[in-house]
């Protein structure tokens, strides 16, 4: 089943304690990409990546780090975190376009629920 | 950057009504999808339209990108049509960021 794979799906952790959300997708998709859900502000990006080992900065980076090792993983990396990340974090993926090598349709994972206490 | 506004915020309708949701953008964009989030959260595609009609079943949607703008019509409609249906577009700014609209949310009476 072609599918995008977030874990885990609920966290709780306190301020300043590293934490990875990992991000796997089996259809050998091209473009992925990592936004945060906040009520009244919809989904901001906060990186992207064309393809392995290269990644850009989405509307909101700060405080995240991203990698892109290997084509189907793009985990989410959060060195320090802090209560104002504390949001809902979906996970994407989609195909390049030939025509202009932008993203195709994209596809979500179920989203991971993120407190920071 | 560019601005995506969705109209209306909220919309309550009976079963089986129809109901024209509206997306614009304020520049020129390379792409526009529509999306519906469930009530559970989940995010579904419903099209991928930077100009032109689509239609899939009871829905179907419009972007003149000329004009700046997209509608997502949604005919006889069901409960299960509750949620909130998300624009997002990819501007032609060099970049291949995305970004949303904050949304129209959508219930759906029995």
């Known amino acids: 089943e072609a599918q995008v794979t977030q874990n885990p799906r609920y966290l709780i952790t306190v301020t300043g304690k590293k934490l990875t959300v990992t991000c796997s997708q089996n259809?050998?998709?091209?473009?992925m990409s990592w936004y945060r859900q906040d009520p009244g502000l919809g989904l901001r990006q906060i990186y992207y990546?064309?393809?392995?080992?290269?990644?850009d900065k989405g509307d909101v980076p700060e405080g995240y780090k991203v990698s892109r090792k290997e084509k189907r993983n793009f985990p989410l990396i959060l060195e320090s975190p802090s209560p104002n990340q504390t949001s809902l974090y979906f996970c994407?993926?989609?195909?390049?376009?030939?025509?202009?090598?932008?993203?195709?349709?994209?596809?979500f994972g179920p989203g991971t629920r993120l407190t920071v206490l | 950057g560019i601005q995506v506004e969705q109209s209306p915020p909220d919309l309550i309708l009976q079963e089986g009504a129809n109901s024209t949701l509206r997306c614009n953008f304020s520049?020129?964009?390379?792409?526009l999808q529509w999306f519906h989030q469930n009530p559970w959260g989940q995010l579904i595609n419903l099209f991928y339209i930077p100009s032109g009609t689509k239609q899939n079943g009871r829905l179907s949607a419009t972007t003149v990108a000329t004009e700046r703008y997209s509608l997502l019509y949604i005919s006889s409609s069901q409960t299960t049509d509750s949620g909130v249906y998300f624009c997002a577009v990819e501007s032609t700014s060099g970049t291949y960021k995305y970004i949303f609209g904050t949304g129209t949310r959508l219930k759906v009476l029995a």
């Open positions: 259809m050998n998709h091209e473009y």
């Open positions: 994407a993926s989609s195909y390049t376009l030939l025509v202009d090598g932008g993203p195709d349709t994209q596809y």
């Open positions: 520049d020129s964009v390379n792409n």
């Open positions: 990546s064309m393809n392995v080992e290269v990644t």
